[in-house]
């Protein structure tokens, strides 16, 4: 993480670049002046001597220090900043990206959850509770994923052995399928037993209702094409989540929830946590067509998330930020890595983006405004080579004093 810091301190942002055009056409402008100014005065008549210190005061006045360490210092002094309050930033792009945010789009599971879920209640049919138990853990062996996880762990106390397992295929954002002693499982969302075929029982469909009601993520196991088993699972907020959407909102920023469950369930979290918008039921190759949709919008979208199937999302959206317990693809593919274990992390990036490019807006004016003002004042001969050049080096301290000052921002602990 040290090593991507000093790379990110190394690169140039856009406006650095700009920034280096203009000066290289400023420097030789401003000998060229100076040439000319010396010459004026000394063909007005003016002794050599103070034509040639009047012409100096001029290139000294004009010297684009400022100009060059108003950009690269706020940057650097920004993403130390940013590293103390742990935030990974892995480029001066992620910076300007983060001051033009006006959306930032939330993943639930791992994001605003722990991701550990509990299996709240199981509904079985025609099989008893025990062998339902070991089928669904027998399948989900073959998963990473955290709904897996809980089965497993719920199954403990009923399941001492699993079934030998052959052909299982992950299918992302949806569940898995396998075959265990010669019968076809099938295991995740409605949408998934919908898209096979598999009927489901008014009273299977009781099940479903009660544990959206509850707002509770729905798993259904079936065998050969018959629903045996229903899962109801809850995950539990991660502390100060809605402390940290709130101080999103003060920033001036919309939220939108992002995630795989039902529309209650979705619907449940949103308004507990008090987020704008909720886009549910979204599988993990449609996540990146939603945030395309709201940047269609002309919205700005900063998008959070830690999993494998938020990756292609995250680099979609026009700054991606990653929870550093995530996933190695999604800490690849997200602008900002965060480190730090507490959601408030979020509006503190984006806190300090905006500070650092106000910074760097303020020292740019400041630097182009002192040159602008001073030239004429040099060349009017009215400052002697060694005030112009006390003033010149105040402007630069200035430069630097002012991006130290982005050391103040706190953060919201």
């Not at 001029?58 to 130390?80: K, S």
């Not at 001036?252 to 918008?277: C, F, H, K, M, N």
């Not at 890595?337 to 004016?365: E, M």
């Not at 400041?366 to 010149?392: D, E, H, R, T, V």
Request: one cysteine or more.
């Amino acid at each position: 993480m040290a090593a991507l810091t000093e790379q990110a301190q190394a690169r140039k942002a856009r406006v650095q670049a700009l920034v280096d055009r203009v000066v290289t056409w400023f420097v030789p402008s401003v000998i060229t002046l100076a040439l000319l100014v010396g010459t004026a005065w000394a063909l007005a008549g003016s002794p050599i001597e103070n034509a040639f210190g009047i012409g100096i005061s001029v290139l000294i006045i004009a010297c684009p220090c400022a100009l060059g360490l108003a950009t690269p210092t706020a940057l650097m002094v920004g993403i130390g900043r940013a590293a103390t309050l742990g935030i990974l930033i892995k480029g001066h792009d992620a910076l300007e990206a983060s001051g033009g945010v006006t959306t930032v789009v939330l993943d639930k599971t791992g994001t605003l959850t722990t991701g550990a879920m509990t299996v709240q209640a199981l509904t079985v049919f025609d099989l008893p509770e025990h062998e339902v138990w070991r089928l669904a853990t027998s399948i989900e062996q073959g998963s990473e994923h955290a709904i897996a996880r809980a089965i497993e762990r719920g199954a403990k106390n009923h399941v001492t052995d699993l079934h030998p397992l052959q052909g299982f295929t992950a299918l992302p954002g949806l569940g898995a399928t396998a075959h265990v002693n010669g019968h076809a499982l099938l295991i995740g969302s409605p949408t998934l037993l919908n898209d096979n075929g598999i009927p489901v029982t008014a009273r299977a469909q009781q099940a479903i209702e009660e544990a959206d009601a509850a707002g509770n993520t729905v798993v259904l196991l079936a065998q050969d094409e018959q629903i045996v088993g229903i899962f109801s699972l809850a995950d539990t907020l991660k502390p100060r989540a809605a402390e940290a959407i709130s101080a999103i909102h003060d920033l001036g920023l919309e939220t939108v929830l992002l995630t795989g469950d039902s529309p209650a369930a979705g619907s449940r979290i949103a308004a507990e946590l008090g987020i704008d918008q909720v886009h549910a039921g979204v599988t993990p190759d449609r996540k990146a067509d939603t945030i395309r949709a709201l940047q269609a919008e002309g919205k700005k979208v900063a998008m959070v998330g830690d999993g494998i199937n938020d990756a292609v999302a995250l680099a979609t959206a026009d700054l991606g930020l990653a929870i550093a317990t995530g996933t190695d693809i999604a800490l690849k593919a997200a602008d900002m890595i965060l480190v730090r274990d507490d959601l408030h992390v979020i509006p503190d990036a984006i806190t300090i983006a905006r500070k650092t490019l106000s910074t760097i807006r303020i020292n740019l004016v400041w630097a182009f405004g002192y040159n602008i003002a001073a030239i004429p004042i040099a060349a009017a001969g009215l400052l002697n080579p060694l005030i112009a050049a006390g003033a010149m080096a105040l402007s630069s301290v200035f430069v630097v004093y002012n991006s130290l000052r982005i050391q103040r921002v706190h953060g919201t602990r």
